[in-house]
Structure formats: C-alpha cells, structure tokens
C-alpha cells in the first residue's frame, strides 16, 4: 500500500474512483489519505479548462468509506487547470449555499498563476462555516491540514495593518464581483471603503457596473414587456378576425342551408307538378287519341273530316311537346337555371321556363302552345322580360341566354 510521503498516512486509490471527460480531455481522480484526507486530481496532458463538478463521484466515495455523514477534509491539486467554464461557476454558486456540510477544510494547491483570480474569487463566496486555504505545494497542503486536525488551523499572517487591510479589501472585492458575474445579485448592496482608501476607485467603479447591469437588466425586461404586448395584441386581433370568420362561416353557413332546403322544397314541388301535369296530358292525349278514332268513323263531308282529324293530331303532338318540356329536366338545365336566378332574381316561375324553353331552341309557336298562352301573348312577355334582365335594345334574349349558359 502507497503511503503520503508527508504525513505517512495510508494511500486508498480503486480504479473506479474516477470520471473520464474525454470531450474536455482530463479524467478526474480522487484519493483518500488517512482516515478523512480526499485528494482530487486531474489527469491530462495538456492545459484544461474544468467543465463538471463530479460531485456525484465524491458521495459515492464517501459511502464506500462509510463517511457520508462525517466531515472530511479535501485537497485540490489544481495542476494542468488554467480556467473553469462558466456553467460550471455557475453550479458551484448554486450550490455553494446548499451544500451538505461535507468539509472540515478545503485546500487548493498547485495554482497556475493565470487561474489564481479565479480561485481566489470562488474562496471569497465560499460560507465562513467552510474555510477555504490556498498554498503553493502537496507537502504544504498535507501539513496545513494536519494541523488543522490538532486544533491549530493556519492563518496568514500580516507584518503591516495596511497589507491585512488591503487583504481583506480584496476578498470583499471579489466577492463583489461573483455576486455580480457568476450569481446575477445585481441588487446586492456593495459596501464602499472610505474615500481616501486606496481601493475606493475600485470598489465605486465596480457599484457604477452594477448599477448599469441593474439599468441594462431593466431595459431588457421593459423591452421584452413591450415585445410580449404587441404579441399579444396581434395575438388577440387574429383570434378577433378568427372568430368574425368564423361567425360570417357559421352565417355564410346558415343562408347555404337555408337555400338548399328552400330549393329541395321547389325540387319536391315541381316533381308533384311535373307528375301532374304528366298524367293530365296522358289523359288529355288518350281522350284526343279517342277523339281522332271517333271522327274517322264519322260520316261526314271529307274536307271536315280531314280538318278535325288534323287539329286532333296537331293538339296530341302539342300535348306530347309539353310532356317532354315538363319532365326532361337535366342536370344541365337546372345549374342553368339556378345561375339565371341569381343573376335575375326579379324573374318569375314562368319567366324562368320560358327562358329555359327559349334555351333550348324551342319556336315561339312551341312556347306559347307548353304555357297555354297565345304568341301575341308570349311576345308581350318576351318584351317584359327583356327590360327585367337589362338587355340593350338591339340584344336579343336568345344570344343572352346562350352566353351565359356557358359563362
């Protein structure tokens, strides 16, 4: 078993006390001498700056050594360590205050000159309940440790009142400067020396930087209310414009139903006209039918007899005409029918067959016969109906209506 060459105390190192970083290029190892000595190393070959506390290291090593609930004390070599990224000041200001009471005593040692501020800064903050001492070698850590375990804790000590002063000055001052930069107190109060004390510049510039952190941090916050009210406020007229589209939808909505049923009534409507219509001219053709066989066997003047038969069959073949124009109703014709509607809703039930019949290429003679009108008659409502759409003198109905089937 290794033994410490200073104290001569027993060595304990397992191969799993350690944690590799090998993004950050140092594993980090720990050792306990004696009873209650731990020592933390960083094992690298190059200069590195700490990323990870491994705090989750050190309790397991205590409950191997059966000391989670004891005081301990720790040394840190700090070989090869030149910087500690920001995060990880961060985390030990977090828990610097919330700590478990695991030290008696910390010991820093093998401090490069470029990184001491730093460790200087992070003892300023640390609770007086945990003394924290930095000391330039392994053999001076050890032996201020042992005696610190005798009871006689070493202090430095100061030939001049002005160099413990200045001493102390420093301390506050770094302090000042991680509450500032590693904990975000920009509130804190900076307790200022007297005017005519050396630091005083020092400690006033430092209260001007907080207080300029102080004034940034507000404007950020009034900056960043004034991004959330116009967010909100954009927010709030989208779901306004949202919502009245939503309600002319819903109304929009309303008047489409409102339409389909009112149609699906005239549908229904004129399916019960249409079959009407259809069995009266059957009737009527049979009875005409009937007719034309009874006057064939009449005994009349031939001349008579031709003309009755001929008006016979000229009334079954108009019958025949109204039956086809009352129940050949396509697709086609009722989409041309509904844009008519909308176009002119001024027009009438009748206006709007007599356009259809016109459509579809029907004579006047036709028209007139389907609607039981005369032609004089139909073409004063042919007249009416061309002032009701807004046609110009020389456009004709038929022309209208062609374009506008296909538009």
């Not at 005239?266 to 006209?273: K, L, P, S, T």
């Not at 389907?370 to 409502?381: F, M, Q, V």
């Amino acid at each position: 078993m290794e033994n410490c060459p200073v104290s001569k105390l027993p060595i304990v190192e397992k191969s799993h006390w350690k944690t590799e970083h090998p993004d950050q290029r140092y594993t980090t190892r720990i050792k306990k001498i004696g009873n209650d000595i731990f020592l933390t190393y960083y094992e690298t070959e190059t200069s590195i700056s700490i990323e990870h506390r491994d705090q989750s290291l050190f309790r397991m090593i205590l409950e191997e050594c059966g000391l989670e609930d004891n005081l301990v004390y720790l040394m840190r070599d700090l070989s090869h360590v030149n910087n500690i990224s920001y995060a990880y000041k961060i985390i030990l200001t977090q828990l610097i205050y919330r700590w478990p009471p695991y030290y008696k005593l910390i010991v820093f040692y093998n401090i490069d000159p470029e990184f001491l501020t730093t460790v200087e800064t992070f003892a300023s903050i640390v609770p007086e309940s945990t003394p924290v001492l930095l000391v330039d070698s392994y053999e001076e850590a050890i032996t201020t440790i042992l005696s610190a375990k005798a009871g006689n804790l070493l202090q430095k000590e100061y030939d001049e009142e002005e160099d413990a002063l200045y001493a102390q000055r420093k301390k506050e001052f770094l302090a000042a400067t991680a509450r500032i930069g590693w904990m975000n107190m920009h509130n804190q109060p900076i307790t200022l020396p007297d005017e005519d004390e050396l630091l005083y510049p020092f400690f006033k510039a430092l209260e001007c930087l907080q207080e300029d952190l102080q004034a940034k941090e507000k404007l950020s916050a009034d900056e960043k209310k004034i991004a959330e009210n116009k967010t909100e406020k954009k927010l709030s007229e989208k779901i306004i414009l949202l919502n009245a589209q939503l309600e002319l939808n819903n109304q929009l909505k309303s008047q489409f139903d409102r339409e389909k049923a009112a149609l699906r009534s005239r549908i229904a409507a004129q399916d019960m006209e249409i079959t009407r219509v259809s069995t009266a001219v059957a009737e009527k053709t049979a009875a005409l039918q009937s007719l034309r066989e009874k006057i064939f066997g009449l005994d009349i003047d031939k001349e008579l007899k031709k003309e009755m038969i001929e008006s016979c069959s000229q009334m079954i073949e108009t019958e025949t005409i109204e039956k086809k124009i009352n129940t050949d109703l396509t697709a086609t014709d009722s989409e041309f029918l509904s844009k008519l509607q909308r176009q002119h809703p001024n027009l009438n039930q009748r206006d709007l067959r007599i356009c259809l019949l016109i459509k579809l290429n029907y004579d006047t003679r036709e028209i007139a016969r389907s609607i039981g009108i005369s032609t004089r008659g139909l073409e004063s409502i042919r007249y009416r109906m061309h002032k009701k759409m807004g046609l110009s003198k020389h456009q004709s109905i038929k022309n209208y209506l062609t374009k506008l089937a296909v538009s």
